[in-house]
């Protein structure tokens, strides 16, 4: 029981006063983000890959960053892509988008249970992919699935899970969205957050100890940082030197609480990395030249022994959290649109067309195109089922796979499920 | 099971059987799995140089480097999570949690990731990992060395529990525990690492030297999972026991002189029914025995099996003797610990029974 307030103070000390961090906008509320430090386009500097973490954390607090306001790519984090490379990261994006849109909406119409779109964070995720190598091992949290499309996994086959349908390569045994691709070098994906992050580390360690080449990558939100996993994972990183590439994805929002519930009132999440002797930069994260540039050093850091990286990708969470959630009952609907560094796929789109490598029109038609894609990928994904059609596994696959070889306390179980469901005279029992 | 009673003692005591101590038959099996597979990997807090604090891991780290045998940071969920992610990239992990009362902060770790990724990533991904910590009581080690967790784990799918009670045992579990594609929890009851323990505290303690367990192979030999121990084949009644135990019950059956027939779980998921089913249909009587707390402990479930398969066969109650329902105590350990008073008078309530 809490104890009752003091009526009479025994000294003259001030009263203590509890802080509890709100955000500045709610429903209904103008927004304005002119208070949000946004440093200019190349004006970060770009330390040697085998600099000393200790060396620099002043990129820890400021942000990396290539387009400028021109739309030009700028300054020393400039990555000098090619305009085909940079055609291929927008289009990937664009793919990424036109997915979730489609996606989103079979939800809505009851083809699935649930979905989690990545609108405005695409860079995050699909930049990155294109800056590592196919044999790096990803370990995302459930809004990385750009990843997946940039590694040119079958949509069909993302969406075969999302329906839990016959040709689910997770047998309908997991939540939409919680993809598993070991051969594209993307780990299954856990409901519970920032388990991966120490997992990561361990790949990383094993990948290391075995004298290998390859390094591992990971991703969680603002949020997930305040679990326990993600110090126990830099702690690891840093202590063992893993060559890992840790990534915060800031999207200032974790459900429904502003990112001072993870602690952004008071300081950066990349500066986290400085504590624990991390190399640690901060990029716009809607800047995709800048989250491939930051990737593609944070790699090279890795594979030449260097140790770890933390990335926080300072960006904004564009949706909702999820088809569950209603983000206009806690934040303002202005927000999306008044967010300081724009649309990644707009400012891509942007820098090709100002230096002459694209136009509004092949634009539009790849729009065009990617929905296209997407929904021809749907139509066959349909075409093995839709959760909301009923049950598309074998009913005894339940009890597939808890371990290697079933033992008698699962048989059994199995047997009696069989058996009432052949009792009940339930259609599907008879699958 | 013919088998299971068979594989219970060293059926060959051949020349290259050594005595030794519980710590030394698993430092045993340790070297020879590390040995046999470049896999293998031993992790966690003092394990390394220093050889852990039970000296379960000594001269591993001096014979096979530092990748391949290091110390941790202080994080045991760091520990089992990083050992999921070695098991994810193709290595077999064998990390040691320094007491199973330390295990809670990994808890997440082992229940909604080891336990459930084979599952979830329908066979994908999967964690063959052997999680080592001694556990349970007996040594003046207060709330935070004495715990028995076991029923925190047989609870969760996916995993396997397995609890050895000789050195001969210890090691043929154990490398059957690496060896195997699914995570395991390993518990070492600390108490008997140096000797088998009567539950006479105040009596001089025995080493193993004469103890039949106490004979180990030096070379390569394994126990099956989910094959349970008959120690004492008897009619009267059957003991199901495992670790400090079932050297306890021996004793206590012993001094009363009753005919019980004494099973050594050995491993609590997957557990071995038919044995337990055999005696018990056998003997009609059924006493189950364990240092953790009651409620809602491994002896529930077991109590729960015992009625189900064998109702008709039973002539009285199932007893439960056990720890009590409390953390467990410093100064009065030998008030909780379920020693020769306590299961005595059970056995007596129980032979009573018409």
């Given amino acids: ?431 | 099971m013919t088998d299971t009673a068979a594989t219970a003692q060293p059926a060959d005591p051949a020349a290259d059987t050594l005595r030794m101590n519980m710590i030394q038959a698993i430092n045993s099996a340790l070297d020879l799995m590390m040995d046999r597979d470049p896999d293998v990997v031993v992790m966690g807090e003092d394990v390394g140089y220093f050889g852990g604090v039970f000296r379960a891991t000594a001269g591993l780290q001096a014979k096979y480097g530092k990748t391949r045998v290091f110390d941790t940071p202080i994080t045991e969920c760091g520990i089992i999570g990083v050992a999921v992610g070695m098991g994810a990239y193709g290595l077999r992990p064998v990390p040691e949690i320094q007491f199973a009362d330390y295990i809670y902060p990994a808890l997440d770790q082992l229940v909604s990731e080891a336990a459930r990724l084979r599952y979830r990533s329908a066979g994908e991904f999967i964690a063959p990992m052997t999680v080592r910590s001694p556990f349970g009581g007996g040594i003046f080690g207060g709330q935070t060395h004495s715990q028995s967790p076991e029923g925190i784990f047989t609870h969760v799918s996916g995993v396997k529990t397995v609890i050895p009670s000789t050195p001969y045992d210890a090691k043929g579990l154990l490398i059957a525990s690496i060896e195997d594609n699914d995570p395991v929890i390993f518990f070492e009851p600390k108490r008997i690492y140096n000797g088998p323990f009567n539950g006479h505290w105040d009596r001089p303690a025995e080493n193993w030297s004469k103890h039949p367990g106490g004979a180990v192979p030096e070379g390569y030999y394994r126990i099956p999972l989910g094959k349970a121990a008959i120690v004492r084949p008897g009619e009267a009644l059957t003991i199901l026991a495992y670790g400090t135990m079932v050297h306890v019950c021996r004793a206590v059956v012993e001094d009363a002189g009753v005919d019980a027939e004494i099973i050594d779980l050995r491993t609590l998921v997957p557990l071995d029914i038919e044995t337990i089913e055999e005696s018990v249909k056998k003997t009609g009587r059924c006493m189950i025995v364990h240092e953790a707390t009651r409620t809602s402990g491994f002896g529930a479930e077991l109590s729960a099996l015992v009625q189900e398969r064998c109702f008709y066969h039973l002539e009285a109650p199932i007893e439960r003797v056990t720890g009590f329902d409390t953390p467990y105590p410093h100064s009065l350990e030998w008030a909780y610990f379920p020693g020769p008073v306590r299961i005595g008078q059970a056995l007596k309530k129980i032979m009573s029974n018409a």
């Fill in chain 1, 1 to 431: 029981m809490a104890e009752e307030p003091r009526d009479e103070l025994p000294t003259n000390l001030p009263r203590l006063s509890l802080h509890v961090p709100e955000p500045k906008f709610r429903p209904g509320d103008a927004v304005d983000f002119t208070a949000v430090d946004i440093p200019p386009a190349g004006a970060a500097r770009r330390p040697d890959t085998a600099a000393l973490a200790a060396d620099f954390p002043d990129l820890a607090y400021t942000l990396v960053r290539v387009l400028d306001d021109d739309h030009q790519a700028v300054g020393p984090w400039n990555p000098r892509l090619s305009p085909d490379v940079l055609r291929r990261i927008l289009r990937n994006m664009v793919r990424l988008r036109a997915f979730d849109d489609r996606m989103f909406r079979a939800q809505r119409q009851g083809k699935t249970s649930f979905y989690m779109k990545a609108l405005g964070e695409e860079a995050v995720a699909v930049a990155a992919a294109h800056a590592l190598d196919y044999e790096d091992m990803c370990f995302p949290s459930y809004r990385q699935q750009g990843l997946l499309i940039v590694r040119d996994w079958p949509l069909v086959d993302m969406m075969n899970q999302i329906y839990s349908n016959t040709a689910d390569r997770l047998q309908g045994k997991q939540l939409p969205i919680m993809y598993s691709a070991r051969e594209a070098g993307f780990f299954s994906i856990s409901g519970n957050l920032t388990t991966q992050y120490p997992q990561a580390v361990g790949w990383a360690m094993a990948s290391a100890a075995k004298g290998d080449t390859r390094i591992a990558a990971v991703w969680c939100g603002e949020g997930s940082t305040a679990e326990g996993d993600f110090h126990n994972a830099c702690t690891f990183a840093a202590v063992y030197r893993a060559p890992v590439v840790m990534n915060v994805v800031n999207n200032q929002w974790a459900i429904s609480s502003f990112s001072g519930f993870a602690g952004a009132e008071s300081t950066t999440f990349a500066a986290r990395a400085v504590g624990y002797g991390i190399a640690g930069l901060r990029v716009d994260g809607n800047d995709a030249l800048a989250v491939y540039a930051a990737t593609q050093w944070a790699a090279e850091r890795a594979r030449t022994n260097q140790g770890p990286t933390l990335i926080e990708h300072f960006t904004y969470r564009a949706e909702g959290h999820s088809t569950s959630d209603d983000p206009s009952q806690y934040r303002s609907a202005g927000e999306p649109t008044a967010w300081p560094l724009g649309d990644p796929i707009c400012r891509l789109k942007d820098h090709l067309v100002t230096i002459g490598e694209w136009d509004e029109e092949r634009h539009a038609a790849q729009d065009k195109e990617c929905a296209e894609e997407v929904r021809a990928a749907q139509k066959a994904a349909e075409a093995n089922g839709i959760l909301g059609h009923g049950l598309h596994q074998p009913l005894d696959s339940l009890f597939d796979g808890v371990f290697e070889e079933m033992p008698w306390h699962l048989r059994e179980q199995r047997a009696q499920m069989m058996a009432e469901e052949a009792a009940s005279g339930r259609p599907w029992a008879r699958k």
